[in-house]
């Protein structure tokens, strides 16, 4: 990368609704790339406190910064804050592998040389602040902002700019939504570095500290399934016209005419008519659970019954009705042979992904605890003990 100019990184495709609300996303990287004038200083300075407060005045690497961690870590007990720079980190985002050795420690310091040479400070903030993983499939901070507070970057508050700032150390481990306690207690922290780099009053840094952590929980899985039939007729479109990878990567935005949620009434109407019918089909047999003290009774109940091979129907097939095919024919295919050589020695046709077949129990050995299902065009072995069902 010569040059801002050369950064094009992969960005999802955006379905719009009728009213402009995001339906349906199409990636292989949740991101949305923003200009750093649409940064607000918040959100900046808040990233500064959090993993390099001398950024501004470095050169890519900060010896003063790497003893003042070393000494913070030593009093503390336990790491707090690193020694690499926010130019050091952007290095190894974009040029090397997370492995953690001595070599990879010089390159990163190499390159983060060569970043600051050729790139203003605000532009590496920019490469750096569209780069990076928050957690939750978002990655830059305008997905960022989304997923957890569902606003954009440029409306976010001190106590949402401290948050978030605070992730990109460890985004599983510091998940609000799975660890509230841990994300609070990091968010304290970048608060408290940004109080001391005195950018913000004692007064601001209590107000955020107290201030509730309010996620947008349904902001992740806001969008329609991105798998339901409106988007998969969008996606097939987007392809022909463009091919996959743009679809994947390029960042489309595509406009249609949907109300959302119109599209999810008629969903939820279609699932609770098929759950309907499904129930008016007739008995399919139980379902149980049973405790661990049930399984010996019940076998005591059906230890003298045994499952039988079913008998070939001979005749269906002249007759011209479902044809029923010899399963002791099959039985004696070497289990070396391909599934394909399966289904044509044994004349049944191949099956495709939403083919609904019966399954049945074509042999059964007690000593061995296995049973062997026909599933209308291959068997399949299975084994079970006290509790399970074939």
């Known amino acids: 990368m010569r040059s801002l100019d050369d950064y094009a990184p992969p960005q999802a495709t955006v379905v719009y609704g009728a009213e402009g609300e995001v339906v349906a996303r199409f990636a292989k990287e949740r991101r949305t790339v923003v200009s750093y004038e649409k940064i607000p200083r918040v959100m900046v300075n808040a990233v500064v406190a959090a993993e390099d407060s001398d950024f501004f005045r470095h050169r890519g690497i900060d010896f003063f910064g790497i003893a003042r961690c070393a000494v913070k870590n030593l009093v503390s ?6 020694g690499s720079t926010i130019t050091q980190q952007t290095a190894k985002t974009f040029f090397l592998n997370p492995e953690k050795t001595y070599v990879r420690k010089l390159k990163e310091a190499v390159l983060a040389k060569r970043i600051e040479d050729a790139l203003a400070k605000e532009d590496i903030l920019y490469l750096y602040l569209n780069q990076i993983y928050f957690g939750h499939g978002a990655y830059g901070i305008q997905e960022a902002s989304r997923v957890y507070f569902g606003v954009d970057v440029w409306d976010l508050r001190l106590e949402q700019a401290a948050l978030l700032a605070g992730l990109p150390k460890s985004p599983a481990h510091l998940d609000p939504y799975k ?8 968010r304290s922290y970048v608060l408290e570095r940004l109080e001391e780099m005195g ?5 601001a840094r209590d107000r955020a500290a107290r201030a509730p952590l309010e996620l947008a929980w349904d902001s992740a899985d806001r969008d329609l399934d991105s798998n339901n039939h409106f988007a998969a007729t969008v996606r097939e479109w987007l392809v022909e016209r463009f091919g996959e990878e743009a679809t994947e990567t390029g960042g489309l935005s595509v ?5 959302p949620e119109v599209q999810r009434a008629a969903e939820t109407a279609l699932a609770d008519g098929l759950r309907a019918l499904d129930k008016r089909q007739g008995f399919r047999g139980p379902i149980v659970t049973m405790e661990r003290n049930q399984v010996d009774s019940f076998l005591r109940i059906l230890s003298d019954r045994r499952a039988k091979p079913n008998e070939p ?3 269906d097939e002249a007759a011209g009705g479902p044809l029923v095919f010899d399963l002791r024919r099959l039985e004696r295919v070497d289990r070396s ?4 050589e399966w289904t044509a020695l044994a004349r049944f046709r191949r099956l495709e992904p939403t083919d609904i077949v019966a399954g049945v129990v074509v042999q059964v050995d007690d000593g061995v ?3 062997v299902v ?3 065009g291959a068997r399949v072995r299975f084994r079970f003990g006290p509790g399970d069902g074939v």
Do not use: M, S
């Not at 950018?199 to 007064?203: G, L, R, S, T, V």
């Not at 406009?255 to 109300?259: K, P, R």
């Open 337 to 340: 042979v391909p599934p394909d």
């Open 199 to 203: 950018e913000i009053d004692a007064d």
């Open 179 to 186: 660890n509230p306690d841990g994300a609070l207690e990091r």
């Open 255 to 259: 406009y249609t005419g949907l109300d």
């Open 369 to 371: 605890k296995e049973a």
């Open 313 to 315: 129907d001979q005749g």
């Open 77 to 82: 007990g336990r790491k707090r804050c690193g």
């Open 374 to 376: 026909d599933l209308g």
